[in-house]
Each structure stands twice: as structure tokens, then as C-alpha cells.
């Protein structure tokens, strides 16, 4: 569970910009969230302190047992490699890297021995229906299949978190809504807590619970609630009373995900009525 208290974050300099500005909010595990906002909001710099990039200025960010904004650098790079995955939108794998030495790499810090590496990361792409381009570079592989690539190498570690900062942002129509699927399918089966930044209507619509971030400052969007749709495999508490139902915003569902896990739904979303709450 994250619980950030009056967080806030400027950035120093000639012109000092405050990008967070008292920003108080729980996130209970397993909940599927999207933040929005205009371009300069804050989003970006939220998800640095929800993934133990960066720390706030004032205020405070703990993830589970771990204060974060007090944490020092070693103690966040192991939080990082142990409990948070993150997706970018420009895929961020490495050129000269094949898929499966991609995924690895996020083994290397967690001293996995390598036979065990080689036999999680392959089973990580065949989650992601890459197991078959194992091999390629990033150059030999189209951007939604760079993506699937980025999102077996932020869950190879089996982390409690899953940011994404703009996973659909570079994909068009069809892989955009792979994409979409993939990660509802993840959440779905290993019971993460995904927070995502979108510009996407439709990422922001699947989400069970949608936030806005203008001028550092967050609202809750209203109540993301849909009818029928099911809760994540090891879902877990909510203590913030915030939980509700996944509706991914997926109308063109990758057989091949569909069966890996039984349990995701995939069900077009309908518009819902939101009304914005300042939280903080
Ligand atoms: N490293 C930095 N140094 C100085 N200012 C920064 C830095 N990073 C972000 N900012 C400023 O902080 C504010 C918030 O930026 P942030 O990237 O979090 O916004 P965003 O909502 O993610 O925007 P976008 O949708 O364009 O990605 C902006 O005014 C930005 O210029």
C-alpha cells in the first residue's frame, strides 16, 4: 500500500517549479489506478516518487513498511529492483541487448544465479506472448512487440507495483489495445497494485480508480465503478475503501492472453459520470 502525506516537490533552480503540491493519497494493494492531467501537471514526477526515483521535498512517501522520502539511495535501489516494475513509453530496452538479455537484466541486481534467470525470463516473454523472439533485438520487433518485451522485464522480478508512465503512448489503435489487454491480464493475474499516467481515454476508462494532476495539485475523477467485471487474483484489502471493479477497455482481446489467464475479463467500457474531489 502506498501512503503519501503531503507531499510536495519543487525543483530548484533560477525558477523554481513546484511539480507536487501537498499531495496526500492511498493507494491499497491490488488496485488498478490511472492519473491524468495536462501536459506539465505532475504526472511524471508523481510516478518518480511512487518508484523510488526521486523523493519529495516535504512530506512523506511509504510504500509497505518502507518510508521512501526517507530512505537513502541504497535502500531505494533495492526497493526498486525488488518491488516496483516500471514501463515507459519509449520501451527503454537496451539496443544491443536480445529480448531474453533484456528481461535478465532485471534479475542481475536480486543475484539470481544465472540457470534460474535464464528459465524465469523465458517463462516472463511466453507471459507476454514473446517467447518466440527471444532472440531479436529491439530493432527486429515492432513497438507493441518492444513493449510486451518491457513489460516481461518489469514483472520478471514479480514486484508488488507496476508504474506506467505512458504505455500506450507511441502504439497505434490495435497494439495500443494489446497493450491495454496485457497489462489488465497481468494485474489480473499476479495481483499488482498498476498505477499508470495516460493521455488515453480508453487506458484511463479501464482503470478502477482515476486521478488528476494540474499544477501539482490532485483530484480524485469520480467513481470509476462497472457493473460485472471481476477482481484481480490476490487481490488484497481495502482499507482506503477505494476498490472497485476492473473494467479493461478492451473490445479486441489477444486470444493468446485470454487463455494464459482465465481470470481476466475483457469487457468494453461504457463512458461513466465523473465528478472531481480535491483530495489533499
Ligand atoms: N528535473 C526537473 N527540473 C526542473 N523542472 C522540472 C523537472 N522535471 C519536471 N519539471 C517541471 O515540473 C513540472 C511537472 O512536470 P512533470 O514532468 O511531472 O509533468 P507531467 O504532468 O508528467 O507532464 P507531461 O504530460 O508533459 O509529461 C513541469 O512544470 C516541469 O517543467
Known amino acids: 500500500m502506498y501512503t503519501l502525506t503531503d507531499v510536495t516537490k519543487t525543483y530548484a533552480g533560477k525558477h523554481p517549479v513546484t511539480a507536487l503540491d501537498r499531495v496526500t493519497i492511498t493507494i491499497p ?86 540457470e534460474e534467470r535464464l528459465e524465469r525470463s523465458r517463462a516472463a516473454l511466453d507471459q507476454v506472448a514473446m517467447g518466440d523472439r527471444a532472440d531479436h533485438l529491439p530493432s527486429e520487433l515492432s513497438g507493441g512487440q518492444q513493449q510486451r518485451v518491457a513489460i516481461a522485464r518489469a514483472l520478471v522480478k514479480r514486484p508488488r507495483v507496476l508504474l506506467a508512465d505512458e504505455p500506450t503512448g507511441n502504439l497505434d489503435g490495435p497494439m495500443r489495445d494489446e497493450i491495454l489487454a496485457l497489462l489488465h491480464s497481468s494485474w489480473h493475474a499476479m495481483g499488482l497494485t498498476v498505477i499508470m499516467v495516460t493521455h488515453d481515454s480508453r487506458v484511463a476508462a479501464s482503470a478502477q480508480r482515476r486521478l488528476r494532476i494540474a499544477h501539482g495539485r490532485l483530484s480524485e475523477i469520480g467513481d470509476g465503478r462497472r457493473a460485472g467485471a471481476d477482481e484481480p487474483d490476490g487481490a488484497r484489502g481495502d482499507p482506503g475503501g477505494a476498490r472497485r471493479s476492473p473494467a479493461p477497455a478492451q473490445d479486441h482481446p489477444d486470444d493468446a492472453l485470454e487463455d494464459a489467464t482465465p481470470g481476466a475479463s475483457h469487457q468494453p467500457t461504457a463512458p461513466g459520470t465523473y465528478e472531481e474531489r480535491p483530495l489533499g
Open 29 to 114: 494493494d491490488g488496485q488498478m489506478v490511472a492519473i491524468e492531467g495536462p501536459t506539465g501537471g505532475g504526472k511524471s514526477t508523481m510516478l518518480q516518487m511512487l518508484g523510488a526515483l526521486d523523493v519529495p521535498t516535504s512530506g512523506t512517501v511509504t510504500l509497505d513498511d518502507v518510508e521512501l522520502s526517507d530512505a537513502g539511495e541504497r535502500r531505494l535501489q533495492e526497493v526498486r529492483a525488488e518491488r516496483v516494475g516500471i514501463v515507459f513509453q519509449n520501451f527503454n530496452l537496451i539496443a544491443t541487448l536480445s529480448a531474453l538479455e533484456n528481461v535478465q537484466t532485471a534479475l542481475v541486481p536480486l543475484g539470481v544465479g544465472a
